[in-house]
């Protein structure tokens, strides 16, 4: 029988040709580590199990915890759920412009805070600003960190100590428990509701005004629908009420989208340029909803609000970093040129056909020679558009244990994120990108050999 004292020393295992090729790998401390860590393992298990692993099963283990130890927790993936803008994975892709700008100041020095004209110190703001302005007709544009900052930053800044209106029907939560009563007092400002859930009338913000508040708030249900005995008034008739009474109105727009939704058989979405066309003041909206950019908050508006807000210090503590404001200027330049359905991936998938989904779908069936294609639905996702759907064609498989199959998935490399359509496992190529196709057979072909699934045939 098998006691400790058969078990190897640390140095032992790190001269087998395993450990030594591990330390040019992990290095050698780490690798240390792992080693010790195994053996200690064994040493705790052994009163209990009165086992000893063979060499094999020592390295085994410490290869684990090498893995473990070093396998990033934030990697890209497959999704082949059919939610474009999917927050749990990172909601907007960048395209490729974008992912090149931002390699290209990542990977020297740059001109985050320099004004090559005059050889001296300059501001991290201009990058995005003048882009803005000129897509937008805003007098005035900054960018920081992301939306719920830039609400924070523009409440902190005009209206601490002092009352905001905001109707009752828009006291929202969005995900991760993010509120907008919350976000309001932790800015100091004070909470001014008017209206009821359902009704509010243009006499309701009338009246809140006679308390001289510094703000009049309007936060765009992005996420939800309120339907039924509802009524509340135009975004320009409360500009005009706001503007007579010398009140700045802000728009917490969210989604941020520059393109008419309506153009690709969805709801309209209001767009940034409608918010400002209608009177608000401030717009403040997201760079990765359907803007399609990196995480960012976005505040365009009044020229004088505006530098109120970059002067706060409040500022510096959400401000954009190089590579956000690298990626961000060239998501908006496609805007600019014109390009925007083409380049930007959020508004290829949105624009992408039913018939061309098909054919994809049709394909991987084909590659993988079983499974089903069959009609089915896309959303946008990440807090817009809510109830909207796309037509889009799915690949369908049915197998013996659809969770685990699942689970099978996101093992894979890169992990594969879809979805259960009733019993069967589904898979929307909306939001699958091409180049990732060798990837989700790959991965789909090694889930399928486990679960040892039958083959079904083709179907169109």
Known sequence: MKSL??????????????????????????????????????????????????????????????????????????NATGVILHT?????????????????????????????????????????????????????????????????????????RRGVVIARSQLVEIGGGFRVPDVMKQSGARLVEVGTTNRVHLSD???????????????????????????????????????????????????GSLLDTARFGLGHEPTVQESLQAGADLVCFSGDKLLGGPQAGLIIGRADLVAKLKKHPLARAIRADKLCLAALNATLLHYLKGEAEEEVPVWRMIAASAERLRQRALGWAAALEQGQVIAGESTVGGGSLPGETLP??????????????????????????????????????????????????????????????????TQG
């Open 205 to 255: 913000y009338e009246a809140a005004l006679e308390e001289k508040p510094a703000l009049i708030l309007r936060a765009h249900r992005s996420n939800f629908r309120l339907l039924g005995f509802t009524s509340e008034p135009e975004m320009a008739e409360i500009a005009a009420l706001a503007h007579q009474s010398g009140i700045p109105l802000m728009d917490d727009l969210g989604s």
């Open 392 to 457: 889009t064609f799915l690949l369908v498989l049915s197998v013996k244990s659809p969770n685990r199959f699942l689970e099978r998935l996101r093992q894979a490399y890169p992990p594969i994120i879809a979805r259960l359509q009733g019993e069967l496992v589904a898979l929307d190529p909306r939001t699958v990108m091409t180049e990732q196709e060798p990837g989700l057979i790959a991965g789909l072909r090694s889930a399928l050999s486990a679960a040892k699934k039958t083959p079904q045939p």
């Open 88 to 160: 749990n994975l990172g909601r907007a892709p960048l395209s490729r412009s974008a992912m090149q700008a931002a390699q290209s100041v990542a990977s020297g020095y740059s001109t985050l805070e320099y004004d090559l004209e005059k050889g001296q110190r300059g501001s991290r703001l201009v990058h995005a600003e003048a882009v803005l302005r000129r897509i937008t007709g805003a007098e005035a544009a900054m960018a920081v960190n992301n939306n719920a900052g830039a609400v924070l930053l523009a409440l902190s800044a005009l209206a601490r």
């Open 5 to 78: 004292r058969d078990l190897p020393s640390v140095d032992q295992l790190l001269q087998t040709s395993e450990m030594q090729g591990w330390i040019a790998i992990y290095g050698r401390a780490l690798t240390v580590e792992a080693a010790r860590q195994a053996l200690n393992r064994v040493r705790t298990s052994f009163a209990q199990e009165n086992t000893i692993p063979d060499q094999a099963g020592l390295l085994s283990q410490a290869q684990s915890l090498l893995k473990g130890w070093t396998t990033p927790t934030l990697q890209p993936v497959i």
